[in-house]
């Protein structure tokens, strides 16, 4: 049995998105697209970032050069959507969800914990929370925006498996799993607390009524 072959499973999220929050993005499909462009942008200088800082372990050339492509992929699949739909890309905004999540990461971290370890772990958990907001816009999403985000749930699937896969290759299953539970509740404090608004990692808080 490999875990990672199930990354639904191992990868849990602790805190589950409503369908709601895709309507209420959905409502700027420019600026979403704008946001998500810069996701894909994003994740592949992340996977170029690991692949230049440890170059010496084994066959994570081969894996991290080929994310790195496909996240680039991406990039333009959604760049011609928001293109054709009459937008155009920004400059870069700092993503406030993946920024928040390094910080209580490191916060946590223990005086001798694993600096490598933590970064697979938060690429997983991103690729994993952007998985769920993927398949949610595809459920509400109409027309190009629904086969857009329909096509790249697939990928970011195997994207949360092969930071996790990666992270049992380099130090162990028990190191990985230990760490993993934690930054999994980090990861859900950190989604919830996000303020709404048209971005893939926005929060969705329900109001009171
Ligand atoms: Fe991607
Ligand atoms: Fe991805």
């Not at 420019?30 to 800082?53: I, N, P, T, V, Y």
């Not at 991103?126 to 459920?139: K, Q, Y």
């Not at 749930?153 to 949360?160: D, K, M, Q, R, T």
């Amino acid at each position: 049995m490999a875990a990672w072959q199930d990354p639904r499973g191992l990868i849990a999220l602790r805190w589950s998105t409503g369908a709601d929050w895709a309507d209420l993005v959905l409502a700027d499909p420019l600026a979403l697209l704008d946001d998500h462009a810069h996701c894909e942008l994003g994740a592949a200088a992340a996977a170029q970032s690991f692949l230049s800082r440890h170059p010496s372990i084994d066959r994570v050339a081969e894996k991290l050069s080929a994310t790195a492509i496909e996240e680039l992929r991406h990039f333009r699949e959604v760049h011609e959507v928001l293109r054709s739909l009459g937008g155009c890309l920004s400059s870069r905004a700092p993503n406030a969800y993946v920024e928040a999540l390094h910080a209580a990461v490191r916060a946590t971290r223990a005086r001798d914990g694993d600096p490598l370890i933590d970064r697979l772990l938060v690429s997983a958990l991103i690729e994993r929370r952007s998985l769920e907001r993927f398949e949610l816009l595809a459920a509400r999403a109409s027309g190009a925006l629904r086969e857009l985000y329909a096509r790249l749930v697939p990928s970011e699937l195997g994207h949360a498996a092969l930071f996790v896969h990666l992270c049992f290759e380099i130090r162990g299953e028990a190191a990985t799993v230990g760490r993993l539970a934690r930054i999994q509740e980090l990861e859900a404090e950190v989604a919830r607390a996000q303020s709404r608004g048209p971005r893939i990692h926005s929060g969705f808080q329900e109001r009171a009524a």
